[in-house]
């Protein structure tokens, strides 16, 4: 089946354990997202890849890291996570051609730091 | 910086009407724009993706409008049925890969 899978969906921490959120993908996706979405603020693009080893930041990068390795992984990185960070988070990718590029998401990880 | 709105916010109709969610944007030099279904609690669904070449796109009881020029879209639901009831997002999206999403409409459809 074709999806993309985030682990753990849940999560409770404390502030300053670092973490990492995996997202995986089994459709040969060139194009991979991160995302957060708060109450009120919708959901925030955090870092972008468009292909393996090119990453960018999106609109909230602040506290976050990532890498691209392998085309189907794209992990969220959290090093010192503080309160603020709490949220949901959603993982996507897609095709990067003139078709079929519509994104495909994640279940989502629900963050809480303490 | 790309802003994308939707209105209404909120919207509760009577099940079998035809409604339109609205979705306008600031830069009209997009790559496509994506409308989504979240429910409560849960991920978000595509729905249609209109590229930036394209007009409109259909799915079932579902049709997309885009007009880039006007930074507009509308997302049209025929004959809308409770299970309607969701928050529709719309996403638009740049050839770089940023993505800015609007805030959502949350629809009622009442039996």
């Known amino acids: 089946e074709a999806q993309v899978t985030q682990n753990p969906r849940y999560l409770i921490t404390v502030t300053g354990k670092k973490l990492t959120v995996t997202c995986s993908q089994n459709m040969n996706h060139e194009y991979m997202s991160w995302y957060r979405q708060d109450p009120g603020l919708g959901l925030r693009q955090i870092y972008y890849s468009m292909n393996v080893e090119v990453t960018d930041k999106g609109d909230v990068p602040e506290g976050y890291k990532v890498s691209r390795k392998e085309k189907r992984n794209f992990p969220l990185i959290l090093e010192s996570p503080s309160p603020n960070q709490t949220s949901l988070y959603f993982c996507a990718s897609s095709l990067r051609g003139e078709l079929y590029n519509e994104q495909f998401f994640g279940p989502g990880t629900r963050l809480t730091v303490l | 910086k790309q802003e994308v709105t939707q209105i209404p916010a909120a919207l509760s109709v009577p099940e079998g009407e035809n409604l339109v969610l609205n979705c306008s944007f600031t830069?009209?030099?997009?790559?496509?724009l994506q409308w989504f279904r979240q429910d409560p609690g849960k991920g978000l669904t595509s729905l249609l993706l209109?590229?930036?070449?394209?007009r409109e796109q259909t799915s079932g009881r579902l049709n997309a409008s885009l007009d880039k020029s006007s930074g507009r879209s509308t997302l049209y639901i025929a004959a809308s049925q409770p299970g309607d009831s969701a928050t529709y997002l719309c996403?638009?999206?740049?050839?770089?890969?940023?993505?800015?999403f609007g805030d959502g409409t949350t629809l009622t459809v009442k039996p």
């Open positions: 830069d009209s030099a997009i790559y496509n």
């Open positions: 996403a638009v999206n740049t050839n770089a890969g940023k993505s800015t």
């Open positions: 209109i590229q930036s070449s394209q």
